[in-house]
């Protein structure tokens, strides 16, 4: 519960646009304190470092009035900036990738610099009080705060710079594929042929009476399946020796009330073994990529989607989110894939799950896409081209049927969409050496099949 649980606070934390500018705004109270009193306590001689400020109290306070006054501004419309930008990103590439825009660092750091200098002017303007014969100037606080204004400065220059670029459909797409990216190395760790040993199910491992003796745990949120936390489930079969078989995986939607894990026997299933069990699964407002590979590739597919709306009609955009996809894809094929599976250190059965496969991956990647930019040859050909880059890397049987039904399909619905015999040629010569690429590699790998083994 602890680990879900803190998972759960930091990805809240992590998504939140005010988190960052809050721990900036509490540094530079901080930092205004403990400078006062350094000037306060006279720890450095001023006299020393003539380019500290030498003015009065009024030019002090007038100076820290004026960087704090357009602070405040500079924020407001840094603000304002980046609520059209978040409302461009809703647009033209779907509500669900404004989170990437919400947990964008330098959008936070901007903000939070702003908000820093402002308050820090308003701790030293305080302090600042009296005439030129009975004052007192924090003469290094004063400095300080005219630094920090031409750091915000700098920052404004940046956020311009910044802001024009994370509205792109470059950066987008780049973003999506880092989490794409990620989501493979830590699902999917494992290469083709690179794990010591594969368990498989055993004849007799899952009792003849399973499906008649198991008892339903029910959910006791709503919400999309963000993460299962499988160390703590392994651990409660092994202590009350259980057999559960999982009804959701990671990034589906799951109800109050619906079944969420069938354990086997029913009969030791009590209100607090539900509840602990119930504290193995994460559920969210949002679906996440912790556990769920599929959802940076469904945002992927979503912008191209929405590239190739009437509305918008950006082909190019869509080529580009292809070109990812079949990136992806070419990095999954050459992994293996979890097995539904799970044993405890005994090799004694504890969880049957229903991981993601390789078939349900490239059909989230190129049915839609498909279905409507089959009117739309550079579409279809990328496609196809896409294909040809993940059979090159791809080494099992079932994955290479897949992609030749996919490759097959797309064949097919290019003849509905494309009027012109030309344009249906050229995807016919694509689907070629597409298919060629799928029978070289099967072709290799007879010949040295102990490589991917």
Known sequence: MKNIGLSKLWNSLRFSYWFLPSLMATGGVGLALIVLTVDEKNLVQTEAFPWLYQGGPDGARALLSAVAGSMVTVAATVFSITIVALQLAATNFGPRLLRNFMRDRGNQIVLGTFIATFLYCLMVMRRVYGEDYDAFVPHISVTVGIVLSFASISVLIYFIHHASTIIQASHVIADVVTDLDKAIERLFPEKIGQSQYKKTRRVGEI??????????????????????????????????????????????????????????????????????????????????????????????????????????????????????????????????????????????????????????????????????????????????????????????????????KQADTILHSSYEGLPEKHDRHIVEEHYNRAIQCLTQTELELKINPSEFQ
């Open 207 to 404: 009792p003849q009476d399973f499906g008649a003796q198991t008892c339903p745990v029910e959910s006791k949120v709503t919400g999309y399946l963000q993460k299962v936390d499988d160390s703590l489930l392994l651990k409660l079969t092994c202590k009350y020796n259980l057999l559960i078989q999982l009804q959701s995986r990671p990034g589906q939607f799951v109800a109050k009330g619906s079944t969420i894990v069938l354990v086997y026997p029913g009969g030791r299933v009590n209100q607090d073994l539900a509840d602990q069990i119930n504290r193995a699964f994460l559920l969210g407002r949002e679906r996440t990529e912790q556990q769920d590979i599929e959802f940076p590739l469904d945002q992927l597919v979503e912008i191209a989607l929405r590239a190739l709306s009437p509305g918008i009609n950006d082909p190019f955009t869509a080529v580009r989110c292809i070109d990812r996809l079949g990136a992806g894809l070419s990095y999954l094929a050459e992994r293996e894939f979890p097995s539904r599976y799970w044993y405890d250190e005994d090799s004694e059965l504890r969880i049957i799950a229903e991981p993601v496969t390789f078939e349900r991956l490239v059909d989230i990647a190129f049915n839609q896409i498909r279905h409507y930019g089959k009117s739309d040859i550079v579409v279809m050909v990328r496609l196809l081209n896409a294909i040809a880059q993940i059979a090159q890397r791809t080494h099992r049987t079932h994955d290479r049927f897949v992609l030749q």
